[in-house]
T-cell receptor, first 113, second 116 residues
C-alpha cells in the first residue's frame, strides 16, 4: 500500500516535444506529491510539488496534473530541452510534508537535440 | 555550508567490514533523513531525525544498520558487517520544520558504497 508506481522506465523525446511521466499510488493517506530531478552523480533536487487540493500546478515548462479519484499524478515537461535529460522521480508522503517520502522507481529522460 | 555535504563520495569496502558514512546538513535544518538508492531504482527511506526527538528508524533494513545525530548537526550512518547487497548510493537530506510541516528536503550528492 506504500508503493508508488512510476512509468515509463525510460523516455526519449525530441527537442521541443512534450515529455510525460506518470505515477500511481494506493495509499489514500498520501497528501504531498513532489517530483525530483536527478542528474548523474548528484542528489535529487525538488522540481515541483502538489497537494491534493488542486488538480494542476504549473511552474514554467513543468506541470503536475493530479487526479485524486484515480490516484494518479503526472509530470509534463513542455518544450523539452537537452538540458532536461535526467532521471525523474515521483514521490508521495503523508502529513503534507517531505517526511518519509515514498519514491517511484524513476524515469530516465533523454531529450535529443 | 551552502548545501548538504556527504563524505566520503565513494567508498569501497570488503564484505564483512564496518563502514561509517557522514552527513553535514544545511545549517539550521532540524530535520535530517537518510535514504538508500540501489542501481536503477528509486530511493528507499532509512531513518529520520527531528531535533532531539527519538528518531524514526522504521526504514532500517536490518540491525546491521544504525545512525546517530548529535543535536541538529552532523549525522553518521553506520553499516556493520557489510554485505554485497548493501552496495548502493546512500543519500542524506535535510529540511526545515515550519510548525508541524517538513518543508522542502535538500539532498546531498550521496556516498556510493561498493562492497566487494
Amino acid at each position: 500500500q506504500q508503493q508508488v508506481k512510476q512509468s515509463p522506465q525510460s523516455l526519449i523525446v525530441q527537442k521541443g516535444g512534450i515529455s510525460i511521466i506518470n505515477c500511481a499510488y494506493e495509499n489514500t493517506a498520501f497528501d504531498y506529491f513532489p517530483w525530483y530531478q536527478q542528474f548523474p552523480g548528484k542528489g535529487p533536487a525538488l522540481l515541483i510539488a502538489i497537494r491534493p487540493d488542486v488538480s494542476e500546478k504549473k511552474e514554467g515548462r513543468f506541470t503536475i496534473s493530479f487526479n485524486k479519484s484515480a490516484k494518479q499524478f503526472s509530470l509534463h515537461i513542455m518544450d523539452s530541452q537537452p538540458g532536461d535529460s535526467a532521471t525523474y522521480f515521483c514521490a508521495a508522503s503523508v502529513s503534507g510534508s517531505a517526511r518519509q517520502l515514498t519514491f517511484g522507481s524513476g524515469t530516465q529522460l533523454t531529450v535529443l537535440p | 555550508g551552502a548545501g548538504v555535504s556527504q563524505s566520503p563520495s565513494n567508498k569501497v569496502t570488503e564484505k564483512g567490514k564496518d563502514v561509517e558514512l557522514r552527513c553535514d546538513p544545511i545549517s539550521g535544518h532540524t530535520a535530517l533523513y537518510w535514504y538508500r538508492q540501489r542501481l536503477g531504482q528509486g530511493l528507499e527511506f532509512l531513518i529520520y531525525f527531528q531535533g532531539n526527538s527519538a528518531p524514526d528508524k522504521s526504514g532500517l533494513p536490518s540491525d546491521r544498520f544504525s545512525a546517530e545525530r548529535t543535536g541538529e548537526s552532523v549525522s553518521t550512518l553506520t553499516i556493520q558487517r557489510t554485505q554485497q547487497e548493501d552496495s548502493a548510493v546512500y543519500l542524506c537530506a535535510s529540511s526545515l520544520i515550519v510548525g508541524t510541516v517538513n518543508t522542502e528536503a535538500f539532498f546531498g550528492q550521496g556516498t556510493r558504497l561498493t562492497v566487494v
